[in-house]
């Protein structure tokens, strides 16, 4: 079955540093997504991308953040300088332009900022 | 505005028990799909449904069921049977999209514990 590849699983960085989460969503797919959740709390919408662009954006998502769909394949999520508070569980999202089986997610990449 | 409510924070069962997890969500859209998802200790999130706001009927899938009600805007989840393997925390969750592929709005989920 397809499924949606998050590297890396766990990543620890420092406040300050830039961090790139990276995503390979299912091949046929053309929505792809960014969630996070913060330890205990609900999983909350970051961004939303479709035919290489932003279609839309939660207010979390400052300038701090960017995405990218660098070589077609990928679709990565950029933390520039990264705070305290980031530290969270980061999903990426894929569904296909029916979203017949709905969104599928990737196994989130855990990113502690100490 | 758009939101689900699951206001049971944790619910603790013994094995064999059934027990129903409670969903409540708001939208001013006539078109909607809601989505339960599953997530195990291990964090991943595991999708178990979707459903269309046109379509009422129950579902049964094995032990699992759905009841969505659109009079109280309700769909709420029941797991038969309960196992020490349904320990988890579930989730609730609203797409207004009429094709499933706009941002998902999550509820605050539930937490199951089941004790063998």
């Known amino acids: 079955e397809p499924e949606v590849t998050q590297t890396p699983s766990h990543q620890v960085t420092q406040m300050g540093q830039e961090v790139i989460l990276r995503c390979v969503p299912i091949?046929?797919?053309?929505?792809f997504y960014w969630y996070r959740q913060i330890l205990g709390q609900k999983v909350e919408f970051l961004v939303s991308f479709y035919n290489n662009e932003i279609s839309e954006k939660s207010e979390i998502f400052d300038d701090q953040f960017s995405v990218e769909r660098p070589d077609g394949s990928n679709f990565t999520l950029k933390i520039r300088s990264t705070k305290l508070e980031d530290s969270a569980m980061y999903f990426c999202a894929s569904s296909g332009q029916q979203g017949s089986y709905g969104y599928t997610f990737g196994s989130g990449t855990r990113l502690t900022v100490v | 505005a758009q939101k689900v409510t699951q206001a049971q924070t944790e619910i603790s069962v013994v094995e064999k028990e059934d027990v129903t997890l409670d969903c409540v969500y708001e939208t001013r859209d006539t078109t909607y799909y809601l989505f339960w998802y599953k997530q195990p200790p291990s964090g991943e999130l595991v999708f178990l449904i979707r459903r269309n706001s046109f379509d009422e009927q129950n579902e049964i899938s094995g032990r699992y069921s759905w009841n969505f009600q659109k009079s109280t805007s309700s769909f709420n989840f029941t797991i038969t049977a309960s196992q020490v393997v349904d320990s988890a925390v579930y989730f609730c969750?609203?797409?207004?999209?009429?094709?499933?592929?706009?941002?998902?709005?999550f509820g605050t989920g539930t937490r199951l514990q089941v004790f063998p």
């Open positions: 969750a609203l797409s207004e999209a009429p094709r499933g592929t706009d941002k998902l709005i």
């Open positions: 091949s046929n797919h053309l929505y």
